[in-house]
């Protein structure tokens, strides 16, 4: 079933000369992942509090204020947990990158990790480069945990 979900974009791909180039990939990365981030960020802006917003309404604030200055703020633990699940998806890619890269200058992190499964390299290599392939994700959970931890009512009370 996903091999029928694959196929246009692999001919679309060919036809437009897209097929084992990088730009081929960077392009389909974020057409697959922007939607799941959308889909996720929705439900949690429509579960914002609107009498939050309407109180900087209130106070003066113009709505783009509204939004940088108390949306914004409301948002950050949101916007900062979507990002690195999708930053994760796009990371751990594999089938894409298979389909569509021949040429190994060009291969993605999974798709080279990938090619060290054969007999001729012993198993623990294999192992090795699943484990470095974690290492960028961890250093950026670790790097935007701060963001992650604030509550929901970070930017609603003043002081």
Known sequence: MIFLYNFPIYIAFSV???????????????VTTI??????????????PGEIEEAG???????LQVLWKITLPL?????????LYVFMIAWNEFLLAFMLLDDPSKFT?????????NSEIPRQHLMAGAVIATVPIMALFLGLERFMTKGLAAGSVKG
């Not at 437009?16 to 974020?30: E, H, Q, S």
């Not at 992190?109 to 060290?116: C, I, N, P, Q, W």
Request: glycine share 12%.
């Open 75 to 83: 948002s950050l633990p949101a916007l900062v947990s979507v990002s």
């Open 109 to 117: 992190l999974t798709r080279g990790v990938s090619m060290l499964n």
């Open 35 to 48: 939607p799941v981030a959308l889909y996720m960020l929705q439900g949690y802006f429509r579960g914002l």
């Open 57 to 63: 309404l209130m106070d003066g604030l113009s709505r």
């Open 16 to 30: 437009l000369g897209l097929r084992n180039t990088i730009l081929g990939i960077v392009m389909i990365y974020p």
